[in-house]
């Protein structure tokens, strides 16, 4: 530990050193340099190393930090012009207050102008904190917003904080630990008693030189006072008197005076006496019979004044010469002990004093250390955040953005020159792969181009099954428009498809063709003929190409024009016997029934049945013919509501147990053949009564119902529902294949109704559904009826 000793009065003078090498040690490299410098001035108790200690401070730390501050590259900002300034006044501020404290000139020894300075480092010391303070609540809040290089930006302001602070923290510890125990020094024990001793002997030296005056006058007054009545009146011999106790007593000076200052006796060397007079007070005290002790105007002696008893109005003033240096001495140590104690008495204020120019001068260069830690920070980062940011514009696909390849740091401007490199090569690159994207482009919507103007379907597959192209066509084929296909697997979209895949797979240098059935948006069965190449791309997996076209009406139309011939040459063929066959029958029942005696009834009853059998052949060879040849219809506006009723009154004579209800919510007109339409409305009506006959005689209690409603569908369309409480369709069957030729479940059915309907409404431009459609409930349209429901949609004539 060093140990502080003191040359005289030196202690305000170590503890304005003490403070300023503190200062400087926080924000220098040198410590060690200004410990050793210091406390070798100290151990040595003078100022002989005084002047290296200001010389280097002065000199070489300062030329230090402005050539820091010189090499420091601030930004332009203002708030920055403003830091740079208050560190620059901080470190003038701090030397002019350690040139205060030393009385250096042009400041002096002015504690005013210490207290100003003093004040002004705290000022200086807070705006650079709340300068620190704002810029790092700025960092916070960019770190939370997640701005580039804020976490490592206050990672580094972090770790120089802390490098900045448990330096001035440790020092201010050992600073002030110092000054403690290098003053402590002073008033110690040992310290204590030598003062107190010093006092004590100097106050027994005075004292006893004034005890001794003090009997010697008295002695003398005595002597006077009893031969008072001689000396009254006789002046010389008082004089005489005077004159030899003065030199009994070793006294060099005596004089008898009045309270006026009149003397009346002397003796020796009197001459000072009488020069210097006598204060009142003293006299006043004198007269009291007090003896009066004081020192001379010169410090050369003492001196005594007592009244003297059985005299009226006379006062003895006697004094004695002592060394005058003797006297200096006491008064000085009196003075330095007073001093001494009063210094003790403020020690403890004194240290809190001390302790907070520590603070505050430490706190002011404390906060110039930081703010070159932020400045630091920010240099460093700010390349990092620039290339952050950079990256991040490359990321959102700007390529042209490019770094700043001036850098304070060498590695940076390396970095930099290599991302601005790479970034070179990425745009080069993709505006390569733009270019050739562009040309694939024009190819592409040249291919879909073509593949929009035709009319089968075609879908792109890849080697995993991923839907790649679509046309429009087939999403018109297969799907709604609101679906998207690409991107999907084709087994979702087409599970059915997956055989003829396998299939195609297995022999990819041919075509694989088949058919399949699906149901489209609308519900209804559809047949499509499906043909698939597979991509020829090596031997790597490839994808396929599908096409698709809807055969069903093809189909359909086919089958019809098989039918209608097979009917025409039936009806051709069957027709011709059947009236031979007829007239026949009815010649033999007219002409030989009366004459046959026995079995006339069995007689009747086979020629009933030939004329029956022969009629219901002719019907059915009448179907025939209108199936094969079913005219062009004639079309004219009429009330559909009128035709409907008309069509049901023929049933309601003929079916009287059955209820026929019409519900109708307006008039609605179109153009129809008023032929042709009946035997639509006659078909449908009567396969529902036939389902209701076919229900009863499994259900005798049954009331048949048929109800037919006449409504709107939209501004162009109007709907037909009939709608029936018999068997209804058949589950297992599926409703597309009820309205082809020569399929029915009825025993006497032809399987020509529903045919001869679906064509009667195709040249309507109509459309027949079977069953119960969604958008009923939208429509809300409640079927109360438990069986069949079929559907007619017709074109509204509004003129």
């Known amino acids: 530990m060093i140990t502080v000793n003191f040359c005289g009065a030196e202690l305000e003078e170590f503890i304005v050193l003490s403070c300023f090498l503190f200062d400087l040690t926080i924000i220098s490299s040198q410590y060690s340099s200004i410990l050793t410098l210091s406390a070798a001035y100290h151990n040595q108790g003078c100022y002989r190393d005084k002047d290296k200690i200001l010389t280097f401070l002065s000199y070489q730390r300062p030329g230090i930090f402005f050539s820091a501050i010189k090499r420091m590259r601030f930004t332009t900002s203002v708030q920055n012009k403003i830091a740079a300034l208050l560190v620059i006044a901080s470190i003038i501020s701090g030397i002019s207050t350690y040139a205060a404290f030393t009385e250096t000139p042009p400041f002096g020894n002015d504690p005013n102008t210490v207290i100003w300075l003093l004040n002004l480092d705290l000022v200086l010391a807070l705006m650079l904190v709340a300068l620190i303070a704002r810029r790092i609540v700025g960092l916070w809040s960019g770190r939370k917003r997640g701005i580039a290089g804020s976490h490592l930006h206050v990672r580094l302001v972090y770790i120089f904080s802390i490098l900045a602070a448990v330096p001035a923290i440790v020092m201010t510890i050992f600073s002030a630990y110092f000054f403690h125990f290098g003053v402590q020094t002073w008033f110690s024990e040992r310290v204590q008693t030598a003062v107190n001793e010093a006092q004590a002997v100097a106050e027994a030296y005075l004292k006893e030189h004034t005890q001794v005056i003090r009997a010697d006058t008295l002695a003398m007054a005595y002597d006077l006072g009893r031969q008072a009545h001689i000396f009254i009146a006789n002046d010389e011999a008082l004089d005489k008197v005077l004159k030899t106790q003065s030199i009994l007593r070793n006294l060099s000076e005596a004089i008898v005076i009045d309270e006026g200052g009149r ?186 181009t073509v593949l929009t103007g035709v009319s089968s379907g075609v879908l792109g597959v890849d080697e995993h099954g991923i839907i790649t192209v679509a046309n429009s066509s087939a999403y018109n084929l297969l799907s709604d428009k609101n679906e998207e296909m690409i991107g999907k697997e084709i087994a979702s979209v087409l599970p059915d498809i997956l055989e003829l895949l396998d299939i195609a797979n297995d022999r990819p240098d041919k075509v694989t063709q088949g058919e399949l059935i699906l149901l489209n948006s609308s519900k209804d069965r559809r047949i499509y003929l499906v043909r698939i190449a597979i991509e ?25 024009a098989a039918w209608a011939d097979v009917a025409r040459r039936i009806a051709h063929e069957i027709k011709n016997p059947l009236t031979p066959i007829q007239l026949s029958a009815e010649r033999l029942k007219r002409k030989y029934l009366k004459q046959i005696e026995s079995d006339a009834d069995i007689f009747e009853e086979c020629t009933d049945t030939i004329i029956r059998h022969v009629s219901d052949i002719g019907r059915m060879v009448n179907e025939f013919s209108s199936f094969a040849r079913m005219p062009e219809p004639r079309l004219k506006r009429e009330n559909v509501e009128k035709q409907i009723r008309e ?94 030729p020569y399929i029915t479940h009825k025993p006497k059915g032809t399987g020509l109704g529903l045919a001869i309907v679906k064509k009667i409404m195709d040249d309507h431009n109509g459309r027949i559904i079977l069953g119960a459609p969604s958008w009923l409930a939208e429509k809300n349209v409640e079927l109360t009826l438990d069986g069949a429901v079929v559907v007619l949609l017709l074109p509204i004539d509004s003129e």
């Open 647 to 740: 069509s049901l009154f023929l049933h309601k004579q003929a079916h009287p147990q059955i209820n026929f209800n019409v519900k109708q919510y307006e008039e609605l007109f179109a153009q129809m053949d008023e032929q042709q339409f009946r035997q639509v409305l006659t078909n449908l009506v009567q396969n529902a009564v036939d389902s209701i006959e076919m229900r009863a005689k499994e259900k005798p209690d049954l009331v048949g119902e048929v109800n037919v409603r006449l409504a709107r569908y939209d501004e162009e369309q109007l709907y037909i529902i009939i709608s029936d409480n018999g068997l209804g369709f058949p589950v297992e069957e599926d409703k597309a294949n009820l309205i082809e």
């Open 536 to 560: 020829d791309v090596g031997d790597e997996e490839a994808g396929a190409i599908l096409t698709f076209d809807d055969i069903t009406d093809l189909q359909s139309a086919q089958r019809k």
């Open 263 to 448: 003397v009346y006796a002397r003796s020796g060397l009197t001459f000072s006496l009488e020069l210097e007079n006598v204060p009142l007070h003293m006299l006043e005290r004198a007269s009291t019979g007090e003896v009066v002790v004081m020192t001379s105007a010169s410090d050369d002696r003492v001196r005594a004044l007592v009244k003297l008893e059985n005299f009226v109005d006379r006062y003895l003033f006697v004094g004695r010469l002592i060394d005058p240096q003797v006297l200096s001495h006491l008064a000085s140590t009196k003075k330095a002990t007073e001093e001494y104690l009063a210094l003790r008495d403020r020690y403890s204020g004194l240290q809190i004093t001390v302790t907070m120019m520590f603070v505050v001068v430490g706190m002011l260069l404390l906060a110039c250390a930081i703010w070159f830690g932020l400045m630091l920070a920010r240099q460093l980062v700010s390349p990092i955040t620039g290339l952050i940011d950079t990256a991040d514009r490359v990321r959102a696909g700007d390529l042209s953005a490019r770094v700043d390849e001036k850098a304070r740091l060498q590695e940076f401007e390396y970095l930099a020159k290599a991302f601005n490199r790479m970034t070179k090569q990425i745009q080069e690159q993709q505006n390569q792969l733009l270019e050739t994207n562009r040309k694939l482009d024009r190819r592409r919507h040249f291919t879909e």
